[in-house]
């Protein structure tokens, strides 16, 4: 066990776009990081323990940005977020120590309940769509499939409601699920992945610690933290059970320093091929 708790490493910092950010490093951070494909933004459950009262503060502006990166040796970006407006950072006393308690969600509320109006006349393709949708929404874009750039709707494409019910409705057409990851936006294909490189997980190198093959062919495993796991990327399993490629599905990202337990990432993911 003690090589799985060796090395540990979390920075949190949190700040307004285009500032120097507020970094803390040698405190004791607990993080519960949930990442999903259901068309809601991800969300982060981030405490840390003996914060100062400005660190509230600072989380508690309008258009606060908080990041959190963590891992073995050299931490990896896990999540960046908004808090929740009014209620996403709280400040209190625990057993003597002060806690800040940070609820944030991934592209904050602009994705959460903002109202999408799209009109795009004559011939549009989905990259177009996406596009602007991202303008409207003030967030970059992420990786997208090729295969939008080619969708061609012929009379345009007009709609308008929450974010989610909109690009639910274009995924439908194009076969994509629509998401926000790391601030960003962008689309997974229902039969295809992100494109990005994949991560291995293994039994021999360590960094995989449980895995369990259903029937129906999900994969539900559990290893050390591997930030780079994200919902709609390829990852490369080597165990007794399985060994090839899936596709990750739910993921989450856990870590408590003050435990005698390892960071970790858990999720299920299905089976390519």
């Given amino acids: 066990m003690s090589e799985r708790l060796h090395g540990r490493k979390v920075v949190f910092d949190v700040g307004q776009p285009g500032e120097l950010a507020t970094s803390i490093t040698g405190l004791p951070i607990v993080f519960d990081i949930a990442f999903k494909l259901d068309g809601k933004p991800n969300a982060g ?5 003996g914060a100062a009262r400005d660190l509230y503060g600072a989380a508690q502006r309008k258009g606060a940005v ?13 999540f960046v977020g908004n808090p929740i407006p009014k209620v996403g950072a709280r400040y209190y006393h625990d057993g003597g120590s002060r806690t800040l308690d940070i609820q944030a969600l991934d592209a904050g509320n602009r994705y959460a309940v903002s109202y999408l109006d799209l009109s795009l006349d004559g011939p549009t393709t989905g990259l177009e769509i996406m596009r602007a949708a991202a303008t409207q929404l003030a967030i970059p874009l992420g990786p997208l499939p090729a295969e939008l750039a080619t969708l061609t709707f012929g009379n345009g494409f007009h709609a308008s409601g929450k974010v989610d019910r909109v690009l639910d409705r274009l995924g439908l057409m194009a076969g994509f699920a629509a ?8 689309a997974i294909p229902n039969d295809g992945d992100s494109g990005e490189v994949a991560p291995v997980l293994s039994t021999e190198s360590g960094n995989l610690l449980n895995l369990q093959l259903q029937k129906d062919g999900t994969i539900e495993y559990r290893a050390l933290l591997d930030g780079s796991i994200r919902p709609g990327r390829r990852v490369v399993f080597e165990h007794p059970d399985f060994s090839g490629v899936a596709k990750a599905r739910d993921t989450r990202f856990y870590g408590d320093p003050g435990w005698d337990t390892p960071f970790y990432t858990e999720g299920t993911a299905r089976r390519v091929g």
Avoid: S
């Fill in 45 to 49: 459950q981030i405490a840390i323990k």
């Fill in 66 to 78: 908080v990041r959190l990166l963590a891992g073995y040796t050299t931490p990896k970006l896990i």
């Fill in 179 to 186: 998401t926000t990851r790391d601030g960003a936006l962008l």
